[in-house]
């Protein structure tokens, strides 16, 4: 058949989406870039917050409408599915099948029968078929959280943290340097936490270690730390590893002890400010990234005042920030006080305009910096390259920068530009 497949959500979603496909052709089917071309559509949902189900649902909808045309089946799987199976099957009869996170296992079984295939090869040995452009991946170390945020329903979809085997690992990430991979992004809900349950004791460090010994990597990232969980010993091995980037994306969502505790997150901004200092005298150049939640029940000016002070002292590289918005069967959908909508976007605004301010004054550090950049393409009005440095991770949040050259350089090349102009999230160069 041919079928066209949507993976919806974050990058953790992405590399099982990859996996899917890979099963799809190695089951005999041909996957088509356009809807209106599919005898079949797989849509991966993300089920995380509220924006992701509307989404998840507008796009059943609209895929739904090609079974009018040559549509003959259409398959719902992910998070959405893990969360709403029953109510997904009785509301949309245009879905065919519904299938649940926690069965994948059977999933080849589904394929089979509705896509009319042998489903010979299962979601465990698929080989995944990169959708990423050539020279990145992700590589997912662990499913699901135990850290049971009280806003988070992670925990809820995907169960607690199961980390991947070492060796697995190790042998999927040699796979992935055979096929031309240069860059490598580790992910996970807490990437920190990875080994503990397989090994009694954090591991992540001895999985970068083996990492970085397999050739053909050139970048080594690591997404999704927990603040409490980067030690020194983790820290000071990043340093004795020159491929493993020192890019620290640490989800923070608040810095106000009452809050943090509201959220069920451990630590405290002391804690963090320590961990910030430890970072920055141990590299000469990281990147400090984070999310914030605004709004949680509870929230005030005094709470919020504080998050603004912790801002201007960390000064980040990159941030992001969202509302709060409840999540059904969390601990937070039943707290008070609730925050009003209002309050949320203006307290959203106010944070944001500091770190723009923030975003660019650390920027104008960077004027006359020669870096190193991953060049991704060229745009053909402009002649002029764009790339992603250091400081970029490849999920579309953080900048990129844009540079020009006199000679003709291939995707996935690295090179060096110097720094002549910067904008707010982007740098702006001459390769050297």
Same mark, same amino acid.
């Given at each position: 058949m041919k079928v066209g497949f949507i993976s919806l959500g974050c990058s953790k979603n992405l590399v099982d989406s990859e996996k899917m496909m890979g099963m799809l052709t190695a089951n005999g089917h041909t996957l088509v870039a356009h809807p209106s071309q599919a005898d079949a559509i797989v849509i991966n949902t993300c089920g995380f917050i509220t924006s992701a189900k509307e989404e998840a649902i507008s796009t059943i909808f609209e895929m739904a409408a090609y079974k009018q045309a040559n549509l003959k089946k259409l398959i719902v799987v992910g998070c959405l599915a893990q969360r709403y199976k029953e109510?997904?099957?009785?509301?949309?009869?245009?879905?065919?099948?519904?299938?649940?996170?926690?069965?994948?296992?059977?999933?080849?079984e589904v394929l089979a029968r &509705?896509?009319?295939?042998?489903?010979?090869?299962?979601?465990?040995?698929? /080989?995944?078929q990169l959708t990423s452009k050539p020279w990145t991946a992700y590589l997912k170390i662990a499913e699901g959280c135990s850290n049971h945020c009280a806003y988070c329903a992670i925990p809820l979809i995907r169960g607690d943290n199961v980390s991947v085997p070492m060796e697995k690992l190790v042998s999927e990430a040699k796979e992935l340097a055979k096929r031309g991979v240069k860059e490598l992004v580790l992910n996970a809900q807490d990437t920190t936490k990875y080994g503990v349950d397989l090994y009694g004791r954090r591991s992540l460090l001895p999985l970068l270690q083996q990492l970085h010994a397999i050739e053909g990597f050139h970048w080594i990232r690591i997404l999704y730390m927990y603040p409490d969980e980067i030690d020194d010993e983790l820290i000071e091995g990043m340093a004795g590893l020159p491929k493993v980037l020192p890019y620290f994306d640490i989800p923070m969502q608040h810095a106000d002890r009452?809050?943090? &505790?509201?959220?069920?997150?451990?630590?405290?901004?002391?804690?963090?400010? /320590?961990?910030?200092?430890?970072?920055r005298s141990t590299f000469a150049d990281p990147t400090l990234r984070t999310t914030f939640i605004v709004g949680f029940p509870g929230e005030n000016r005094e709470t919020m005042d504080e998050l603004l002070q912790f801002v201007r002292e960390v000064r980040w590289d990159r941030m992001g920030a969202f509302t709060y918005s409840p999540e059904e069967d969390t601990p937070g959908s039943l707290m008070k006080p609730v925050c009003e909508e209002s309050l949320k976007q203006q307290y959203l605004d106010e944070l944001m305009k500091l770190q723009e301010q923030i975003a660019w004054e650390n920027q104008q550090k960077k004027l006359g910096k020669v870096i190193e950049v991953l060049v991704e393409d060229k745009d053909g009005l402009t002649n002029r390259y764009r790339g992603r440095s250091a400081w970029d991770a490849p999920d579309e949040v953080d900048g990129m920068v844009i540079f020009r050259s006199d000679r003709a350089i291939e995707p996935g090349t690295f090179v060096q530009v110097r720094i002549t102009e910067v904008l707010v999230h982007d740098v702006i160069g001459v390769e050297v």
């Open positions: 109510q997904l099957e009785e509301e949309i009869p245009e879905i065919d099948a519904v299938v649940r996170i926690s069965d994948y296992g059977s999933l080849h &509705e896509l009319n295939d042998a489903g010979s090869v299962t979601f465990a040995q698929a /080989k995944r009452q809050m943090l &505790e509201r959220m069920n997150r451990r630590g405290t901004k002391e804690d963090v400010l /320590k961990l910030v200092e430890k970072i």
